[in-house]
């Protein structure tokens, strides 16, 4: 629930958070592990809207003004009010960042060009099997930082790289 919610964050951010990345539930999270993904289905469960989670967004970033906001969510979700408003909503509610987790470098540009309209930096993926060349085209693309996959497959729990820590 939004008061839970916002007592998790308050939490973190006292114990030390320098930064706080937030999802908005999604009814089908590929790019997230098992425990991301019981956990949005549980919000969706619990009758979570995405109006919801914007005004946590809210109150998050009215406690905690210089807290660094990250956003992870999937294009549909985006996709389905209209990037433009989509990305108002994020200004509004004081979000610093998005990463859309199941949308490419390569496919992002319209979504970084309107990001950026409204003052949040654009964040991409940078795959552990990509090419010099996409790397580039990641670092560029992102605003803040790049998320860096140091292995294939969902995140989650796994501790280990699948490329050497040098490689990447």
Sequence with gaps: NPEQSIEVI??????????IELGLPFSDPVADGPTIQKASLRALAAGTRISDCFQILKQVRAEFPDLPIGLL???NLIASG???QFYARCAEAGVDSVLV?????REGLQFATIAKQHGIAPIFIAPPDASSE???QVAEASEGYVYLLSRAGVTGAETTMQKPAAAV
Excluded: E, K, S, W
Excluded at 10 to 19: C, S
Excluded at 101 to 105: F, S, T
């Design 134 to 136: 996409r790397l580039g």
């Design 10 to 19: 308050r939490a973190l951010v006292r114990g030390g958070a320098d930064a």
């Design 73 to 75: 969510v999937y294009a």
């Design 82 to 84: 209209g990037l433009d």
């Design 101 to 105: 987790a199941d949308v490419p470098v």
